[in-house]
């Protein structure tokens, strides 16, 4: 069964869409740790980090670098975080966090945007993706 990243490459799901190329997909998280919480994935299904070849995960790095600059000039930060856990959506990707303190990085204190908030934050973010 497709992993809902899968669905939303495929746009059965929408998402707020940051990036793009052939490749790969970045999107803000919906259950974001702070304001600008992006998920950057590969378009291929594959589960795990480490199982993709070594030039897919070099050119996910690569897109996701270029997504944590565009997020930093968008969102006021000290720092974009990175993480990958990947347990809870079998489909590898990468979450970048625009970080003022550590407790946005621990996946427990979440922020609540309304839809406007989402729409804009994800036209500047696009706005800055070069």
């Not at 998280?29 to 995960?57: M, S, W």
């Not at 270029?66 to 969102?75: D, R």
């Amino acid at each position: 069964m497709a992993s809902i990243f899968t669905k939303i490459i495929n746009g059965e799901i929408p998402a707020y869409k940051v990036a793009e190329d052939e490749r790969f997909l970045a999107f803000l998280d919906v259950n974001p740790n702070a304001k600008g919480h992006t998920l950057c994935i590969p378009k291929q299904e594959i589960d795990r980090i480490f199982d993709l070849d070594a030039d897919t995960y070099q050119a996910l790095m690569e897109f996701s670098r270029k997504v944590a600059i565009a997020l930093e000039k968008t969102i006021p930060c000290k720092r974009v975080g990175m993480a990958v856990i990947g347990l809870e959506v079998p489909h590898t990707h990468v979450h970048l966090i625009p970080l003022n303190n550590m407790d946005e990085m621990r996946f427990q204190n979440k922020v609540s945007l309304s839809k406007d908030e989402f729409e804009s934050i994800a036209a500047q973010i696009r706005s800055n993706f070069s």
